[in-house]
Structure formats: C-alpha cells, structure tokens
C-alpha cells in the first residue's frame, strides 16, 4: 500500500475530467423522468431509470479514478484535507435538505392544522371547515370527501422502534469496524462492515414492509393529506439515504478485501461512517417527531 506523501508543498492536480458534464446530464434527465412519472406518462418511470443509471456509471468510474490516483501516491496531505472539507460539506447540505422538510412538519403540526381548527382564529375554522377538529396526526382531513385520511396508524413501538434498534446496532458495528482497522485487525474490520451492511438492508426489508401495510391496509398513502405527504416525504428520502450507504458499505468492504485501507490511509471509511452516523441521527429526530410524539 503506498501511503500519501507527506510533502505538503505540493498539490495534487488532475487531469481536465469529463464526469462532471455526464452527472448533470445524469441528474437532468432523473429530473426530467421524475415530472414525467408524477404527471403519469407513459414514459417517465424508464427516463426516471435511465437517469439513475447514467449516474450510477458516472460514480463508478469517477470514484474509480480517484481511487486509482490515491493508490498510485498521487495525494498528500492536503489532498486529504480537501477530501475532509468537501465531505463535511456534503453532510451540511444534507443537514439542510432534512432540515427543510422537518421545517415543513412543524409549521403544519403546529401551526397550520390548529389554524384550520380555529385555534389561532376562529373565524378560519367557522367560515372555511367548521366540521374540522384539528389534532395530529389527522385521521380525518378538512375536506376528508376528496383526501381520504389513514384509517389507522401503525405502533411505533413495532417496526419504527426494531429499525430503531437496527440503525444504533449498525452505528455500533461500524465504529468497530474502523477501530479493528486503526489496531490493524482486518478481520474485525471485515466483519464489522458485513454487519453493518446486513442490518442497513434489513433495515430497508422492514421499511418496505411497513410502507406495503401502510399503503394497503391501513389508507396511509401520499393522497391521504398532509400527514401522508410529509410520511412519506421524510421516511422515504431517508430509506433513500439509507440504500446509498449500504452501497458506499458495500464498495467499502469490497476495497477492504483488497488491503486498500491502512490506519494512515482510510478517509474513505471514515467519510462513509460520518455519513452513516448523520443517517442514524436523522432517523431517531424521525422516530421521534413522527412516529412517537
């Protein structure tokens, strides 16, 4: 394994790159196949796919070049702490992308819904729903003829509190897993990052579960008012985070079974359980604000 230079006064450089023009054109037509798909056309689920495959090829090659550079010594320390700002920085956005939508769950919990009720102006209530009661989550929706609410709520103490359990265990498993490697036990860091992954995807097994009962048997489903949007708005950009990572894992572990980590050489481990780390605190603020309380 080559370790990164130590040499400082020099940066790293490279070449004119054609990944990022092929992500925007990834991204552009996801987008575009997205609107499509929400506007029911025929076509959008295969636009929709097809730009989640040009960005997939995108990642694995420019993610390959990098790791191909890093394992030629082409980085030092100051290529490591560029890598550092710019992970950090990622997570910042993803902060404020939940953060948007948390904002959106406590103006309509607190403010919206009891205004409609007649809490903050009766009037509201006695000109526009006077039949509305407002309450959360809401079973019963101002205008329950044309947005059917949920007929019944799953428990949180069911699936939402053993996913719980399953995030914390793998944020335990992964802590491990980098300290097997900073004590140059691989073993326990192989071990570590495949249990990390298998709880990530039992995670995502029981989600889907919990989705397919909600949608079919309880009514719980994006037309079912704002309780239902905002569900499903939030949880699912999360599973969506979670399936990320357990790709990042898995890419992770397959690196590990090549000997490219060492204790002095491993910010991709480290920026890939930052970004776990962040998912798991997202999911209990989830558990707490929408499924408990």
């Not at 060492?262 to 209990?284: K, M, Q, R």
Request: proline share 5%; glycine share 8%.
């Amino acid at each position: 394994m080559i370790k990164p230079s130590s040499d400082t006064g020099r940066y790293f450089l490279p070449a004119p790159s054609r990944w990022p023009l092929f992500v925007a054109l990834g991204l552009f037509t996801l987008f575009i196949g997205a609107g499509r798909w929400l506007h029911e056309l025929p076509d959008g689920p295969y636009i929709f796919f097809l730009g989640i495959t040009l960005i997939a090829l995108v990642l694995f090659g420019w993610f390959g070049d990098i790791i191909r550079e890093n394992r030629a010594g082409c980085y030092n320390a100051q290529v490591d702490r560029s890598f550092r700002s710019g992970m950090l920085w990622m997570i910042f956005s993803e902060v404020l992308f939940f953060a948007c939508f948390f904002a959106a769950l406590f103006f309509v919990r607190l403010w919206s819904v009891p205004e409609l009720g007649g809490e903050h102006y009766p009037l509201t209530n006695i000109l526009l729903w006077p039949d509305f009661q407002s309450g959360w989550p809401l079973l019963r929706n101002p205008d329950n003829s044309q947005f059917l609410a949920a007929a019944h709520l799953s428990s949180p103490w069911d699936i939402p509190l053993l996913n719980t359990l399953l995030l914390l265990s793998s944020a335990v498993t992964l802590t491990i897993a980098q300290w097997g490697l900073s004590r140059w036990h691989r073993g326990i860091l192989k071990t570590g990052l495949v249990l990390t992954i298998a709880l990530g995807l039992t995670f995502l097994l029981l989600q889907s579960h919990e989705y397919y009962n909600d949608y079919t048997h309880d009514g719980l489903t994006l037309n079912a008012g704002v309780y239902g949007s905002l569900f499903y708005i939030l949880t699912g950009f999360h599973g969506l985070h979670v399936a990320v990572g357990v790709i990042m894992l898995t890419v992770i572990f397959a690196r590990s079974l090549k000997g490219h980590f060492t204790p002095d050489n491993h910010f991709a481990l480290e920026g890939v359980g930052w970004y776990w780390h962040f998912v798991d605190v997202v999911w209990l603020l989830l558990f707490v604000f929408v499924y408990w309380l």
